[in-house]
């Protein structure tokens, strides 16, 4: 396929992404049987997400062992927001859908769009992918891509939460983001500096997700 990687979220492409991804979830939405007996998709329920804050705690203790109260501190109020992502409504999951996975071709009527590198595919939450896609955007840019969303879930059958609920459930998926790089940063070899903005980073999505 010919075609353009997205470079950025912005607004003209990303609504082209975020289109496509709602009326992508529709399909499975639709026909959950599809998907639940293929076992090779990772499965995003509860242990999961509980898995990736505790190998966040391991790896952070490598790194910045004087950073590791403050994140099991916070691991431990972590259940409430585990148990938003893992109740959500299901459906097929790319896992990594940012910008530089998607190949747009705008030479045809409508625009395709192609996202590859599905090497992260689950079962999991619809608002999953959107939430990494639209994770770090300025508002206005992440509210015209959220309103793409929307509009084709909608077409689609499936269902959305009210703004505020979809906000904060995403803000979840953040926070989860944030884990899941922590869990990996022995691994990725991240500094003492990165680390540590990282957790400062999933404080503050604390605050705003757990109580």
């Known amino acids: 396929m010919q075609g353009i990687v997205i470079k950025d979220q912005n607004a003209d492409q990303g609504v082209l992404a975020a289109s496509w991804l709602g009326r992508m979830q529709g399909i499975f939405v639709r026909q959950p049987d599809v998907l639940n007996g293929h076992k090779f998709l990772i499965r995003h329920d509860a242990a999961y997400f509980r898995s990736k804050a505790e190998l966040a705690v391991r790896d952070v203790a490598h790194i910045a062992p004087r950073l590791t109260a403050r994140l099991t501190k916070l691991v431990d109020r972590y259940d409430p927001a585990i148990k938003v992502m893992a109740t959500q409504p299901q459906t097929l999951v790319h896992g990594a859908y940012i910008p530089w996975h998607i190949i747009l071709n705008l030479n045809c009527k409508p625009a395709r769009v192609c996202p590859v590198d599905w090497e992260?595919?689950?079962?999991?939450?619809?608002?999953?992918?959107?939430?990494?896609?639209?994770?770090?955007?300025?508002?206005?840019?992440?509210?015209?891509?959220?309103?793409?969303?929307?509009?084709?879930?909608?077409?689609?059958?499936?269902?959305?939460?009210?703004?505020?609920?979809?906000?904060?459930?995403?803000?979840?998926?953040?926070?989860?983001?944030?884990?899941?790089?922590?869990?990996?940063?022995?691994?990725?070899?991240?500094?003492?500096?990165?680390?540590?903005?990282?957790?400062?980073?999933?404080?503050?999505?604390?605050?705003?997700?757990?109580?």
């Open 120 to 211: 992260s595919v689950a079962l999991g939450a619809t608002l999953y992918d959107l939430a990494i896609f639209t994770d770090g955007v300025p508002p206005e840019t992440r509210d015209r891509l959220c309103d793409a969303y929307r509009e084709a879930t909608k077409h689609a059958g499936v269902g959305v939460p009210d703004w505020t609920q979809m906000h904060f459930v995403m803000d979840c998926f953040h926070l989860h983001r944030i884990f899941d790089w922590l869990s990996r940063s022995a691994e990725k070899r991240f500094s003492e500096d990165k680390v540590t903005k990282l957790v400062s980073q999933a404080e503050q999505l604390g605050k705003l997700v757990i109580a």
